[in-house]
């Protein structure tokens, strides 16, 4: 199974939706989306507006493959249950954010090289990516909490006042 989720923003990813539904058929395994507050309603996968985080992560659990916008919660989970995933921004120039900070964070992602993390920038080459990921197989991937212990770190310093 291949599970989509776009998380709980504000603005649509209806760009995201509509171009896995439309290759849905063709990829051979079913596909799940959770479509937030998308205008656009699938026709060729199961999908639902939104859901709780405990269901959330049995979706991811259960998944071959996880596409998601570059929401941090999906990408911790994702890489905690060891799920290839596969990254698209959301951009501010699509009306899909309100700033290009998702960029920012591929950006530094793609980078680090991560095992089993993709980021496709360009949706017409998203079928291809995920392809790619099907058929390499589920590879271990190592979880640690280094950054979340960085940034949990930086805010205490903020909220002490010590900058």
């Given at each position: 199974m291949i599970y989509v989720t776009v998380g709980k923003h504000s603005q649509a990813f209806d760009r995201l939706v509509r171009k896995i539904d439309?290759?849905?058929?063709?990829?051979?395994?079913?596909?799940?989306?959770?479509?937030?507050?998308?205008?656009?309603?699938?026709?060729?996968?199961?999908?639902?507006?939104?859901?709780?985080?405990?269901?959330?992560?049995?979706?991811?659990?259960?998944?071959?493959?996880?596409?998601?916008?570059?929401?941090?919660?999906?990408?911790?989970?994702?890489?905690?249950?060891?799920?290839?995933?596969?990254?698209?921004?959301?951009?501010?120039?699509?009306?899909?954010?309100?700033?290009?900070?998702?960029m920012e964070l591929c950006q530094v992602l793609s980078e680090e090289k991560r095992e089993n993390l993709y980021v496709v920038y360009d949706l017409d080459r998203i079928e291809e990516t995920i392809r790619h990921v099907l058929d390499c197989g589920k590879a271990p991937v190592s979880f640690n909490s280094n950054g979340r212990d960085k940034i949990l770190h930086e805010i205490k310093i903020f909220l002490n006042g010590n900058i």
């Open positions: 439309e290759i849905a058929p063709s990829l051979g395994e079913e596909v799940v989306m959770q479509t937030g507050v998308s205008a656009y309603m699938p026709v060729n996968a199961r999908y639902f507006s939104s859901i709780f985080f405990r269901e959330a992560e049995q979706f991811i659990q259960q998944a071959r493959l996880v596409v998601s916008h570059a929401g941090a919660g999906t990408i911790m989970l994702a890489r905690k249950h060891s799920i290839p995933l596969i990254i698209v921004p959301r951009r501010k120039r699509f009306n899909e954010h309100f700033t290009d900070h998702q």
